[in-house]
């Protein structure tokens, strides 16, 4: 199920929500209606916190069925919330720490920011449980918001080069098409959350935005 949202006004629902296939932490203050349709498309839990007094929740967290990863600013509350779904947590020490933005990943690979260190890249294995690789998409190192991965398939930046497309379909296990959001908006993890059940989508995205979105995610199997 698809639904086109706004979070308070905000079409950018990529950078307040984040998802997995049971569970979507995301930003206070959103009305009930809106909830409701969020849990709805997705079909999961949702959970509502911030993160160092922030709402830009899907930029600070990243996690797909297994574990989660955090940015370091985050307090022991916040910490104990995610905790207690049952994820494996992990808090990013590393200078490139928005979680969210620098971390693409499903239940099948993990790919980071170029910069990121060997031994997070070793930490981050241990915590989501998949292989973590080093990439960009469209020579964008922030891969988590560049593209939008589930276990059914992959949306990212147009111009993605053809070696990048190839690792990231590899890497995911998924096919990848190039989309947009938001009418025109290359970055599709600003305006885009989604697991293989459903997906909430910037209210300003177009219908043929929205039609690339369905055959990239592989809702029109």
């Known amino acids: 199920m698809f639904e086109l949202l706004d979070f308070n006004e905000n079409p950018n629902v990529g950078i307040y929500c984040r998802t997995n296939e049971q569970i979507a932490f995301l930003q206070y203050t959103l009305l009930k209606s809106v909830k409701k349709r969020i849990q709805a498309a997705l079909q999961v839990e949702l959970i509502e916190l ?9 930029s600070l967290l990243t996690m797909n069925s297994q574990g989660a990863v955090i940015t370091w600013s985050a307090n022991q509350q916040t910490i104990k919330a995610i905790k207690k779904q049952g994820l494996r947590l992990m808090v990013i020490e590393d ?31 241990e915590t989501l449980g998949v292989p973590v690789e080093r990439g960009t998409i469209a020579e964008q190192d922030i891969v988590g918001m560049a593209a939008v991965v589930t276990n059914q398939g992959c949306l990212c930046h147009p111009k993605i080069t053809p070696d990048e497309k190839n690792h990231l379909e590899q890497l995911f296990n998924v096919e990848a098409m190039i989309g947009t959001v938001n009418h025109g908006d290359p970055m599709i993890g600003t305006g885009l959350v989604a697991n293989s059940k459903g997906a909430i989508i910037g209210r300003n995205t177009t219908g043929i935005e929205m039609g690339r979105i369905e055959e990239a995610l592989g809702f029109l199997k």
């Open 95 to 125: 200078i490139l720490n928005a979680a969210g933005n620098d971390i693409l990943v499903n239940d099948h690979g993990a790919m980071v920011h170029p910069k990121i260190k060997d031994e997070t890249i070793q930490e981050l294995h």
């Open 50 to 58: 911030s993160i160092a007094d922030s709402t830009i929740i899907g």
